[in-house]
DNA sequence: GCTATCTGCAACAGCGTTGATGCATATCAA
DNA sequence: TTGATATGCATCAACGCTGTTGCAGATAGC
């Protein structure tokens, strides 16, 4: 449930959806009080078409942000977080979602309504995490004694801040950025043991 | 040079002020897109009396940014980040910013203009933060061959992630919240050596 | 080709916000 | 006390954004 209550758009229609959310995505990441009429140029559209397929300003929001929440719980099950040995689901997780998330800033930074499908999908892919956190510990990667809802919270905020990239990072390959991340969330800067 | 061009202004208007600039920040860190009409109201004021102390919109944030980036600059000095043995000043700094972003998230997460002088107070924090680095790396707090501005970022990334409080934080005391981020940046998830 | 659908354009009313002004009143400082 | 300063209040014009509607023309699908 979510696309689908009346019968499928027109092939035109579905072309429009699909430039406006990704126009959306490119203004809205940049300035995200930009206008309707800003989010209809760059997706070469005018804005009454975005008003007929999105009735408020919200409902766009909510689309973009099931849109993107998608695609991420996409990128995650790519990654095999249930079957995979855990280095390499966690490697490989990371991997994708820094492709994905990167593509989305903004449409994965809105917060999502309690009750709404977004939010579902953010507290499933939540729990996978936590599923792939405790089999590494199982396997030794993590400390026994981890709380591994921080160490969720931790590998989030790793991930958020690979994505601003300071310069140095543009044109790095994602699995590097992803190597970084896993091995800063398992050993932190602290000297490495021989 | 920031706060005084004209005379001081007298002492009912300054309390003003800060009344202004506490609510400002009260309010923009729950909605950014608040009106100045919310602002004063918050603020106990009339919202001409906003417009007549801040001429633009921006005006009043800037100054919010800058009265912020002041009070952080202070807790980093306080932890004497030059002098004291790089553990006792990693430990310090981190709960006194604590402290003060907690206090201040809206403010600090305005981006700053470039040529502003809350850009450059946030500069000299970053030499700060990089002279502390580089003095507990010296004492093999921190491995010889880390990249120290990615340390940096990863720093400033579990301090962010500190503040959003899930639940469990919500009461617990700045000190072993500081102890938390600086054993997770030093040591991370993985296993502790015996 | 025919029809249903989609789109652009133009125009509209409504709304909230901003920033400015004048004036009466309250408060501070000397 | 007295003068300068600060404030509240009411009002104003201007602006931009939103959301809606009607219509004529383009496009997809059968």
Redesign the interface.
Known sequence: MGESSARPLRADAERSVRAILEAAERVLSEDP?ASMEQIAAAAGVARTTIHRRFAHRQALVDALALSAARRLAQAVDDGRPDTAPPSVALHRITANVLEVKGAWTFALGVPTAPGSEAAAIHQEMAGHCLTVLERARAE?????S?DL???R??Y???L??SL?G?A?DTGVDTDTLAA?VVD??????????A
Chains 1, 2 share one sequence.
Not at 184 to 193: E, I, K, Q, V
Request: neutral net charge; hydrophobic residues 40%.
């Open positions: 009080g030794g990667l993590i400390d026994a981890a809802h921080w160490v919270r931790v989030y905020a790793l958020g801040e601003h300071d140095d970084r800063t969330l398992l050993h932190g800067a602290g000297p490495r043991r």
